[in-house]
Antibody, heavy 125, light 111 residues
């Protein structure tokens, strides 16, 4: 079955960067897009961006452009999300979430059919 | 301020029926993009509950159903059970933002 296993919790100081990983298994890694979504404490879900593991192309939410970078390593079926210039408002649980559409032809629904367990990133001085 | 609007909370007694609304605009739900729903139990990652407005992934009970009309969508839960107590989020795609958007979430309390 599909498994998305994320890296462990991080504590960072304001101004620093954080890089979170998400290792996929149980399916062909390059076949499906991957997203990153975050959830601040007690708040709702917020979309950060999407990466196509088949080629590495990305698209980011306007709010995070210039601060977020998503990459992938096909040899280990892992996607990464790096967020820079961290501030206290970036304290949140960061999730990777698999797109239900196939990356080859984008057929399917624009939704997230599997999620990682989440990685808590705390930004504090 | 979320792009999709949901009520912050709803409640119902065991066995009752509740609905959660999700209101969008002409750049997302109203332009034909599908609405999807997620259930988030306390301390866990969200789980896909309804996709493509009305479809249930395997394993989701038929007590959960979705609908869409115009610029809005609804999630209905019948035969409420204690384990349904969770946060529920709607989600769609927005062409103006060129990105995926969520509702602010609705907390369901089973009385």
């Amino acid at each position: 079955q599909v498994q998305l296993v994320q890296s462990g919790a991080e504590v960072k100081k304001p101004g620093a960067s954080v890089k979170v990983s998400c290792k996929a298994s149980g399916y062909t890694f390059t076949r499906y897009y991957m997203h990153w979504v975050r959830q601040a404490p007690g708040q709702g879900l917020e979309w950060l961006g999407i990466i196509n593991p088949n080629g590495g192309s990305t698209s980011y939410a306007q709010k995070f452009q210039g601060r977020v970078t998503m990459t992938r390593d096909t040899s280990t079926s892992t996607v990464y999300m790096e967020l820079s210039s961290l501030r206290s408002e970036d304290t949140a649980i960061y999730y990777c979430a698999r797109d239900s559409r196939t990356a080859y032809d984008s057929s399917g629904y624009y939704c997230f059919d599997d999620w990682g367990q989440g990685t808590l990133v705390t930004v504090s001085s | 301020q979320s792009v999709l609007t949901q009520p912050p909370s709803v409640s119902g007694a065991p066995g009752q029926r509740v609905t959660i609304s999700c209101t969008g605009s002409s750049s997302n739900i109203g332009t034909g993009y599908d609405v999807h729903w997620y259930q988030q139990l306390p301390g866990t990652a969200p789980k896909l509950l309804i996709y493509g407005n009305t479809n249930r992934p395997s394993g989701v009970p038929d007590r959960f159903s979705g609908s869409k009309s115009g610029t809005s969508a609804s999630l209905a839960i019948t035969g409420l059970q204690a384990e349904d107590e969770a946060d529920y989020y709607c989600q769609s795609y927005d062409s103006s933002l060129s990105g995926w958007v969520f509702g602010g979430g609705t907390k369901l309390t089973v009385l």
